[in-house]
T-cell receptor, first 115, second 113 residues
Framework: SQKIEQNSEALNIQEGKTATLTCNYT??????LQWYRQDPGRGPVFLLL?????KEKRKERLKVTFDTTLKQSLFHITASQPADSATYLC??????????????FGDGTTLTVKP | GAVVSQHPSWVICKSGTSVKIECRSL??????MFWYRQFPKQSLMLMAT?????????EQGVEKDKFLINHASLTLSTLTVTSAHPEDSSFYIC?????????FGPGTRLLVL
């Protein structure tokens, strides 16, 4: 069965350091992968999308890599700040038209950036 | 940017009553919206795909008679939890897509006593 695993439930780092979150998947061939941020009691907010034929994407302090051979995506936040503390979700979207639009979400990793 | 709203943001109801949650796309039209539920410290679980002008498509294991979905216009989808029970207490979130990206509503916290 399809499975998405995010490296750990919680990640604690010091302000200024780079946070690296991992998303691994099995039994899945995604057309693209997305990362979202979710704050407590709120809906997720879109951050970045990377396609299966792309290796890396950047947006300000955020960087995403996508390795379809390893079936893994890494999400980096450089120069982290306490305001980056949140839960980060990865989501995969399939190629198949019949399942178009049906993202599958990982359980999320809760990042805490300490001042 | 694309904004999706939900109403109410939280609701407490008695067991056996029905609760309606609204999802609106404020600055764009959405032919398709999605309804998710999320339990504490768990992932988003897709419940159903709401299609404007046609029947919703439910995921396996989701009771269509219990979770009624109506997508009457290009900017509004509603989820009605019928005869709610305590086990229906959860965080319900809707989303709408623009091309590949999903824009989520702020969520509705439902507590059934």
């Amino acid at each position: 069965s399809q499975k998405i695993e995010q490296n750990s439930e919680a990640l604690n780092i010091q302000e200024g350091k780079t946070a690296t979150l991992t998303c691994n998947y099995t039994n899945y061939s995604p057309a693209y992968l997305q990362w979202y941020r979710q704050d407590p009691g709120r809906g997720p907010v879109f951050l970045l999308l990377i396609r299966e034929n792309e290796k890396e994407k950047r947006k300000e302090r955020l960087k995403v890599t996508f390795d379809t051979t390893l079936k893994q995506s890494l999400f980096h936040i450089t120069a982290s700040q306490p305001a980056d503390s949140a839960t980060y979700l990865c989501a995969l979207d399939p190629f198949q038209d019949t399942n178009a639009g049906k993202s599958t979400f990982g359980d999320g990793t809760t990042l805490t950036v300490k001042p | 940017g694309a904004v999706v709203s939900q109403h109410p943001s939280w609701v407490i109801c008695k067991s056996g009553t029905s609760v309606k949650i609204e999802c609106r796309s404020l600055d764009f039209q959405a032919t398709t919206m999605f309804w998710y539920r999320q339990f504490p410290k768990q992932s988003l679980m897709l419940m159903a795909t709401s299609n404007e002008g046609s029947k919703a498509t439910y995921e396996q294991g989701v009771e269509k008679d219990k979770f009624l979905i109506n997508h009457a216009s290009l900017t509004l989808s509603t989820l009605t939890v019928t005869s709610a029970h305590p086990e229906d207490s959860s965080f319900y979130i809707c989303s709408a897509r623009i091309v590949e990206t999903q824009y989520f509503g702020p969520g509705t916290r439902l507590l059934v006593l």
